[in-house]
């Protein structure tokens, strides 16, 4: 980050801090005396007109007019005729409800239902005179209330909350507009002197880059001002000038270092897209190791797009090979990001390895997260395929974890560095299941011992590959899950639990809750079937619910 860019980040916030604090207590003090006028003047109204129909009642009571009907029906006519009069606008609106709830006079038609009516007599017993907000026709309004004992009214004055409080938010535009325009105009500025201050030591860089880029000694720096700055740029003329003297001299040696330091780094550049880096390194420190094999555990990834043939078959060659490189690019990069070797294309396959020849502690755990980047990536792959009118891909992974052998592997005349070993071929089978057990990632259960507790994980079902005999726990592995995935998780490994002690009725009752909870969960749909099949037909003796896979 420039200097100008920090001068212009220390002080801006400093000024619209300023700024904000100053309009907020400019609006806050205009608003509260707007609200106070407006709320006085609504009170004013409000005892105005109890005042008149006091006096209504009291010329009444004067001329012993109280007990006719017909003389209060003409005074409760009176005042709704006053109410009319200090009517100011058409969204006002006064009216008075009897001791039932019954509107018996109002300055205007309007609608109020049962429960509008409900609420507001509550809020009248509770309010009193004050002023409170309540919904009138589905429309919030403030209210000033008073109760008339000789009429049994309450009476009402109203007014929508959108013309009472209009002027406190035309107020409240006029502040932002202000703080935004004044911190617009104070940005410029700070702009401005950020950049008068900061040019001298612009053109002190721009110098030096000079001299990096072409090794000429003979740049110099105006002295433009007789201060700081200046005084920088005398001396960074001096420091150059001695260099020169001095880099006259050393430049033979250097310049034979630097050209077989460029040797090696093109060598290094050429072999790191054949052989990874740290094998590179770890064989120019010991180039007699280059022909040793190691025993070593690793994290094995296997990823293969799947139905690849059919969508090559679809596809230009120019387009299926574009696509394939940029598919290739991004899932690769992922997997070296991450501390992972690739160690060979298998046509549309990736095979990738942790561990070697560097180990870390968390190999099993990045070649995780490597899998959960790689189907996120691939997500945005595919949007910009369907974008370009190509089809999409999609990929299984499979990740195991073991003993393997690792080492330079092949002839004297070509040589792989790679991996190999029964892990190696279950990591391989592993990717393969994704198919027939509909997800994009699996993990064995060794991988799950290094990773339980660091990422939301499921045990799928426990199978024993073609060409094995022993069963071997798959789980499925995901970044994060929602509540309900959570919930409905934690139920199917409860239903594993009860399957694998043969309790075939009470893990079905399990799997079923799961499907209330994720109705579309195909792997508990597979398991519900076989544990109502093995209900029905219990297996033999000694099973311990390994399926056995027929796949690649």
Not at 11 to 28: D, E, K, N, Q, R
Not at 265 to 275: A, D, E, G
Not at 459 to 466: F, G, M, S
Not at 534 to 545: M, N, Q, V
């Amino acid at each position: 980050m420039s200097i100008r860019s920090k001068i212009i980040l220390v002080v801006l916030p400093l000024v619209v801090v300023t700024l904000i604090l100053a309009g907020t207590a400019s609006y806050f003090a205009a608003a509260k005396g707007i609200t106070r006028i407006t709320q006085r003047f609504f009170s004013f109204k409000v005892n105005e007109l109890e005042k008149y129909t006091e006096n209504q009642w009291a010329l009444l009571v004067e001329n012993n007019y109280a007990g006719r009907p017909d003389m209060v029906l003409a005074a409760e006519n009176a005042v709704e005729s006053y109410a009319r009069s200090i009517i100011l606008s058409d969204t006002e609106l006064i009216f008075a409800l009897d001791g039932e709830g019954t509107v018996v006079m109002a300055t205007s038609e309007f609608d109020i239902s049962a429960d509008e009516t409900a609420a507001l007599r509550g809020l009248l017993e509770e309010a009193g005179d004050e002023l409170f907000n309540a919904s009138i026709g589905g429309t919030g309004r403030v209210i000033r209330a008073f109760y008339f004992t000789p009429f049994q009214w309450w009476v009402l004055l109203t007014e929508e909350n959108t013309a009472f409080y209009r002027d406190v938010d035309a107020i409240t535009v006029q502040t932002l507009v202000m703080i935004g325009a004044a911190s617009a105009a104070a940005l410029l500025m700070l702009f401005f002197f950020a950049r008068l201050l900061t040019t001298p030591l612009g053109r002190v860089v721009n110098a030096m880059d000079r001299i990096i880029g072409s090794t000429d000694l003979s740049a110099r720096v105006e002295v433009e001002y007789r201060d700081e700055t200046g005084q920088l740029a005398h001396t960074f003329n001096l420091m150059i000038a001695e260099l020169e003297k001095a880099y006259d001299q050393i430049k033979r040696y250097a310049f034979d270092a630097v050209l077989s330091r460029k040797k090696e780094q093109r060598i290094r550049q050429i072999f790191q897209k054949y052989v990874p880096k740290d094998l590179i390194d770890k064989f120019f420190a010991a180039p007699e190791a280059m022909l040793v094999g190691d025993n070593r555990v690793l994290a094995v990834l296997f990823s293969d797009i799947r139905s690849f043939t059919t969508i090559s078959e679809g596809m230009a060659p120019e387009d299926l090979v574009n696509s394939l490189n940029r598919y290739f690019s991004g899932q690769v990069d992922i997997i070296m990001n991450r501390n992972g070797i690739v160690d060979k294309y298998i046509g549309d396959a990736i095979m990738a390895f942790w561990g070697a020849p560097v180990k870390h502690d968390d190999d099993a755990l990045q070649s995780v997260l490597s899998g959960l980047d790689m189907i996120d990536a691939l997500r945005v792959f595919n949007e910009a395929q369907r974008k370009e009118g190509k089809p999409e891909f999609h990929i299984g992974i499979g990740i195991n974890y073991g003993l393997v052998t690792v080492g330079n592997i092949g002839s004297e005349r070509k040589m792989d560095y790679t991996v190999i070993g029964d892990m190696v071929n279950l990591a391989s089978r592993m990717e393969g299941l994704t198919k027939p057990y509909h997800q994009e990632i699996l993990i064995s259960d060794s991988i799950y011992g290094e990773i339980k507790g660091q990422l939301p994980t499921r045990l799928l079902d426990t199978v024993a590959v073609k060409g094995k005999t022993r069963g071997v726990k798959i789980y499925t592995v995901r970044r994060s899950i929602t509540g309900k995935e959570e919930r409905a998780w934690a139920v199917h490994n409860e239903g594993m639990a009860a399957y694998y002690r043969r309790s075939f009725g009470e893990a079905a009752a399990k799997f079923q809750e799961v499907l209330s909870l994720l109705p579309e969960d195909f792997i508990a749909k597979v398991l519900l079937a076989r544990c109502k099949n093995y209900a029905l037909t219990p297996p033999p003796e000694g099973w311990d619910g390994v399926e056995v896979m027929k796949t690649k």
